[in-house]
C-alpha cells in the first residue's frame, strides 16, 4: 500500500471514527432529552389529572355538605312529606350533576334515595366515609360498589358500570370475562342536629364507569385541543383494577377501548406494588408516553391506576428534526475535514514518498541518488538534508565494514584452520596416549594388587597413587577423544534395538561397582526386567559411566547411591542420586557447559577436566533426548537423562 493511500486511510478513519462518535453521542443527548421532556410532561400531566379528580372530589363534598344543612335532609323524615323530599333531593342531585345522593340517619340505615327505584333500607355504616360523615366529619375518596349496592342507589347504574373484557394482548391472564361493579367519585357530610348532634349523613357521588365527561374533561384541561396528525396529543384513563372503564384512547375502529385492559408489566408495577410507571408503552394502538399511578380507596387499598399519555410520535418526530439539524453541519464539518485530510495527506506524502524511493535505491546499494522535491515544508527539506548526510555516512561505513569484513573473513579462515589443526592434533595425541596408559593402569593396578610380589605399605601406597592418576588421565583422554570427535562433527550415533537394563546399566554398574567399594558407598540399583530402546549403547554406556563416576567420586564417603531406571509419557529415564554436598542454585545452569569446574570445596578438592557432563549432554540430545540435575545443596544431587522409548523412537 501506497504511503499516500495509508495517510489518507488513516486521516479517514481517524475522521470517520470521530464524527462517528460525535454523532453517536450527540444523537444519544439529543434523544435523552426530547424523551426525558416528553417523560416530564406526562409526569405533570398526571398530577393535573390527579388534582382534577380531586377538585370533582372537592365539588361533590361542597354540595353535600350544602344538602346536608338544607330542610331537603332535615331528620326525622315523616311520611307526610317524604314525597315531596324525594322530588327536592332528586331536583338537588341532577343539579349537582351526581348519579347518587341518599339520606341515612345516624345508625346508616337509608331514609331517603334521589332516584328510581328510590328504595329505602340498607345500611351504610361500614362504608368509611360514610362512617366518618356519621362521627360528624366530611369525608371523600374513590371506591367501588358492587352491582347490588349500584341497583339499590339506581336502576340505571349497574348497566352503565357494567363492562366486557376486550381481549388484549399482553395483558395478565384473568379467569373473569366482565366486571359488573362500579367505580364512583364518592363523599359524604353529617346532618347537623341541636347541640352539635350528628342526626345522620347524606352521602352521594359520581359514577366513573362510561363517565366520558370526567376523562375528557382532564383531557381538555390538561391538554387542550392539540391533536397531531389527526390523533388526539393527549389521553386519559381511569382503570377499575386493570380493565379500562373510561377512557378517550380509541380502538383501530374509533371507539373508545372500553374493556380493554394494562399490560402485564404495568399490572404488576401499579397494581401489585402500588409504584409508579412512567415510560414508553404501547397503548392499543400508538406509542405514548405513559404515566401510571395507583388509585386507592379511603383505606388505602389499590383499587385501580389514572393515566395519562402523549403521543410518542410527536415527540420522535421532533427527535428527528433535531437530528437532522444537528446532523447537517457535523455532515459539513466531516466532509471539509475529509478534504483537508487529502490535501495535507498529498502534501506529506509526495515528499516522503520520493525519499520512500531514495532509501530503497540506497538499500539496493545505490549512495548516490539524492531525492529532488519542491517543497515548503522547512521539516521535510531538513529531512532531505539528514537523508542525504545520512547516505554519505552509509556510504563510508559501508566501504570500512567491507574492508573490515574481508580482514575479519580471512582472520576466521585463519582460526577455523588452527581450530582444525588442534582438535587433529588433540585427537592424534590422545589416541596415542591411549595405548600405552592402559598398559600402565593395567601394570599398576597389578603391582598393587601384589601380583608381582608383595610390597611395603609405603610401596602400596605409591602404586595405588599411580593407578589413580593413570585412571584420571584414562577419563581424560576419553573426555578429549569425545570432545575432538564433537567438535570434528564426527561423533556419529548408530541406533539399534536394545535393552537399556541389560545392555547398558547393568554391564557400568558392574564396571564402577569397585569404585563405590574404595570409597564405603552403598549402592541401591531399581532396574525393571527389560527396557527396550533404540539407541546407540556405546554412547549412553559412556554417559552412565560419567554419571556413575561423578556420584563416586563426588559424593559422601560411607553414603548412599541409588540408581534407578523407569519409563513416563513415552520415556525412558535413567537416574543417579547420590548423599554429598549436593549443588548450589547458582551453579545448576553451568553443569553442562564445556570445561566447567564449579566453585565449591567438593569439585575443588578433586581433579577433572570439565568435559563430561558436556559429552554427556551432546549424545543425549543427538538421541533426542534431555537430561538434568536436580539438587538439595549440602544433603544430595541427582542426574537424570531421559530418551525415548523404542515405541516412541519408532
Known amino acids: 500500500m501506497r504511503l499516500w493511500t495509508r495517510l489518507v486511510s488513516a486521516f479517514l478513519l481517524v475522521v470517520a471514527v470521530l464524527g462517528g462518535i460525535t454523532v453517536y453521542i450527540g444523537s444519544r443527548l439529543i434523544a435523552d432529552t426530547v424523551l426525558g421532556e416528553a417523560q416530564h410532561r406526562t409526569e405533570l400531566d398526571l398530577r393535573s389529572a390527579r388534582a382534577r379528580i ?94 347490588d ?29 366482565s366486571e359488573s361493579s362500579g367505580m364512583m367519585l364518592w363523599a359524604a357530610a353529617p346532618i347537623p342536629g341541636e347541640g352539635g348532634n350528628t342526626l345522620g349523613a347524606v352521602y352521594g357521588g359520581v359514577l366513573l364507569n362510561r363517565n366520558w365527561a370526567i376523562v375528557d374533561g382532564i383531557r381538555n384541561t390538561v391538554f387542550g385541543e392539540q391533536k397531531y396528525q389527526g390523533k388526539e396529543l393527549g389521553t386519559v384513563t381511569i382503570f377499575q383494577w386493570d380493565v379500562r372503564v373510561a377512557t378517550n384512547v380509541t380502538t383501530a375502529q374509533g371507539n373508545r377501548a372500553i374493556g ?10 401499579v397494581l401489585e406494588n402500588g409504584m409508579r410507571w412512567i415510560e414508553r408503552a404501547f397503548v392499543v394502538t400508538d406509542w405514548y408516553i405513559s404515566s401510571y399511578e395507583p388509585i386507592r380507596n379511603p383505606r388505602g387499598a389499590v383499587i385501580g391506576i389514572l393515566y395519562t399519555g402523549i403521543l410518542e410520535k410527536k415527540y420522535t418526530d421532533l427527535r428527528n428534526q433535531i437530528l437532522r439539524s444537528f446532523i447537517t453541519p457535523v455532515g459539513l464539518a466531516i466532509a471539509v475535514s475529509i478534504i483537508l485530510s487529502l490535501v495535507v495527506a498529498r502534501t506529506i506524502a509526495r515528499p516522503l514518498g520520493d525519499l520512500v524511493v531514495a532509501s530503497g535505491r540506497l538499500a539496493n546499494g545505490d549512495f548516490d541518488y539524492r531525492p529532488h522535491t519542491n517543497t515548503s515544508s522547512p521539516e521535510v527539506a531538513a529531512l532531505e538534508n539528514a537523508y542525504a548526510q545520512m547516505a554519505d555516512a552509509i556510504h563510508q561505513r559501508d566501504q570500512a565494514l567491507t574492508q573490515r569484513n574481508t580482514e575479519l573473513q580471512q582472520s576466521n579462515e585463519q582460526l577455523t584452520q588452527l581450530n582444525r589443526n588442534y582438535m587433529e592434533m588433540l585427537g592424534f595425541v590422545t589416541h596415542e596416549l591411549k595405548s600405552p596408559l592402559s598398559s600402565m593402569i593395567f601394570n599398576a593396578a597389578a603391582l598393587r594388587d601384589g601380583y608381582f610380589g608383595t610390597l611395603t605399605d609405603d610401596q602400596k601406597k605409591a602404586a595405588a597413587a599411580i593407578t589413580r592418576n593413570a585412571n584420571y588421565l584414562s577419563d581424560m583422554i576419553a573426555n578429549y577423544l569425545s570432545l575432538s570427535r564433537i567438535e570434528k562433527g564426527e561423533m556419529e550415533v548408530h ?70 531406571v523407569g519409563e513416563s509419557d513415552g520415556e525412558a529415564t535413567v537416574s543417579v542420586w547420590n548423599e554429598g554436598e549436593g549443588i548450589s542454585e547458582a551453579n545448576l545452569p553451568k553443569l553442562f557447559g564445556k570445561f566447567v569446574r564449579l566453585d565449591q570445596p567438593s569439585t575443588k578438592a578433586r581433579k577433572g577436566t570439565g568435559l563430561g557432563l558436556f559429552v554427556c549432554r551432546e549424545i543425549i540430545e543427538k538421541h533426542g533426548g534431555r537430561i538434568w540435575a536436580e539438587s538439595e545443596p549440602g544433603r544430595s544431587a541427582r542426574f537424570t537423562f531421559a530418551i525415548p522409548k523404542a515405541d516412541a523412537a519408532e
Open 54 to 147: 380531586q377538585s370533582r372530589l372537592d365539588q361533590i363534598q361542597s354540595a353535600l355538605e350544602h344538602t346536608a344543612r338544607s330542610d331537603t335532609a332535615r331528620l326525622p323524615l315523616n311520611d307526610d312529606t317524604r314525597r315531596t323530599r324525594q322530588v327536592a333531593l332528586e331536583r338537588e342531585r341532577l343539579h349537582c350533576g351526581l348519579d347518587v345522593l341518599t339520606v341515612c340517619d345516624a345508625r346508616g340505615e337509608v331514609v331517603l334515595r334521589s332516584r328510581h327505584p328510590y328504595t329505602q333500607g340498607g345500611n351504610r355504616s361500614l362504608d368509611p366515609v360514610v362512617a366518618k360523615a356519621l362521627r360528624g366529619d366530611p369525608a371523600s375518596g374513590i371506591v367501588t360498589l358492587h352491582a
Open 149 to 177: 349496592e349500584l341497583a339499590a342507589e339506581g336502576s340505571e347504574l349497574p348497566r352503565q358500570a357494567f363492562v366486557s373484557f376486550v381481549d388484549t394482548p399482553h395483558a395478565k391472564p384473568r379467569p373473569e370475562r
Open 260 to 269: 380493554t385492559r394494562v399490560s402485564e408489566e404495568v399490572y404488576d408495577r
Open 495 to 564: 541406533t539399534q534395538p536394545i535393552d537399556l537394563c541389560g545392555d547398558v546399566v547393568a554391564p557400568m554398574i558392574d564396571q564402577t561397582r569397585a569404585q563405590f567399594d574404595r570409597a564405603k558407598m552403598s549402592l541401591e540399583v531399581h532396574l525393571p526386567d527389560r527396557l527396550d530402546v533404540v539407541a546407540d549403547p556405546e554412547l549412553l554406556r559412556v554417559v552412565v559411566d560419567n554419571l556413575l563416576s561423578n556420584a563416586a567420586k563426588y559424593g559422601k564417603e560411607g553414603g548412599r547411591v541409588d540408581v534407578e
